[in-house]
């Protein structure tokens, strides 16, 4: 099975409609990725009065006065994220996003793309979890950054119990922004497929780290799904542009990871038929002995 690859744009379109398009023609087309995501808050049920009108806590990152301001910047509403998804379609990649509440997670439902992604610091709201198990029919995508195994059999369970656990994908994930090569934690793939892998849909890997050498490893582990976040530009204003792959780290990613999948068999012969010509002309053999020959 060859691994798909989620592009995620998340807030790296800097609340611009016409970068965002442009994203998704960059992944689609120059990438070939598989998924484009971006993300969807309803910031006044995510945040409480002080944190909407707290300043930012990078303020050379920020897009408004205050960080509601900020995260209203970069919020694109239902429609603008039906548009998306058409321009999604009109490219021939699959549209998603993330969700981080529950009217959000009404919200993307209600337009049904054929994933959607709960970030790790919503995986334990219930609440949204339940909507997306009962009024949502596709994927449900769930990162584990900075959560406990205790949390995460609470999180599985919740989806067993309501018959949606083979339609869920666990991401083995480091929530930092980069993330150091030793804080990547690439054995959690095999833990949870080991824990979880008969129950769930899929494992998948979720990545805030440089370069995309550690990606190729999560393959071998098993991973069915690698996110990585994208940008244009990774010097742009904003908090996940340093973690991002810029679009030609995002082509070599989609064409290394589906290399390293099509690596990924046992030999269907002793001697495959590349194998043949080689073995006739340079396999060592012992000579015939001359009492043999006479």
Known sequence: MSVKIIAEVGCNHKGDMDIAKDMIRVAALDAKADVVKFQKRNNRELLTEA???????NPQNSYGDTYGAHREFLEFS?????????????YGIAYSTSVWDTTSAREIASIDPVLIKVPSACNLHFEMLGVLADDYKGEIHVSLGMTTKEEEERIVDFFVQRDRAKDLVL???????????????LLEITRLKEKFGSIVKAIAFSGHHLGIAADMATIVLGAEWIERHFTLDRTWKGTDHAASLEPDGLRRLCRDARAVSRALTYKSSDILEVEKVQRDKLKWRPKPSAAAAA
Request: hydrophobic content about 25%; some cysteine; charged content about 30%.
């Open 51 to 57: 944190q909407y009108d707290a300043p930012h806590p």
């Open 78 to 90: 239902l429609d603008q994220h039906r548009e998306l998804r058409a321009e999604c379609e009109k």
């Open 171 to 185: 991401y083995a994930c480091t929530s930092g922004y980069p993330v150091a090569f030793d804080e990547l934690c």
